[in-house]
């Protein structure tokens, strides 16, 4: 009777362990990971745009890339310390600064001071709400 429960409980034990290995180890899909390429956009994103056939984002800096790119963001000129971007439709392209100025451009290389009365805290991208 001993050898019995002794065997029953050795198959039972058996049976959970080879039952337990199916699922990969942890440390196996660990090792699998993709590493992280360096973040090109550093610090925070405080907008996004699209605006043509390029992908705006505004974070201090402005940065672009092409909207079809998985990668591929690059550092753009504009004026000042840009906390906003935004767009309206595929004419102009908006920047908004942190001393509250505003910018446009139509190719977004050439800026242009907007002049507007009052102080400007937010910018809104027309696309936001578009039904197309």
Known sequence: MKNKNTIRAILSLSFLLFASC???????????EVPLEKAVIKGN??????????????SGKLYEKNINE???????S??????RVASDK????YVLTE???LY?????KNWTAVSIPGSI????DNKASDAN
């Open 99 to 101: 001393d509250k100025k």
């Open 22 to 32: 199916k699922i990969e180890p942890i440390f196996y899909a660990i090792e699998k």
């Open 70 to 76: 998985e990668r591929g963001w690059k550092a753009v």
């Open 90 to 93: 595929d004419d102009n392209l």
């Open 45 to 58: 994103l405080y907008a996004m745009t699209e605006f043509g056939t390029k992908l705006y984002a505004a």
């Open 121 to 124: 805290t937010e910018l809104f």
């Open 104 to 108: 446009t451009s139509k190719d977004a």
């Open 78 to 83: 504009a004026p000042g310390f840009i906390i």
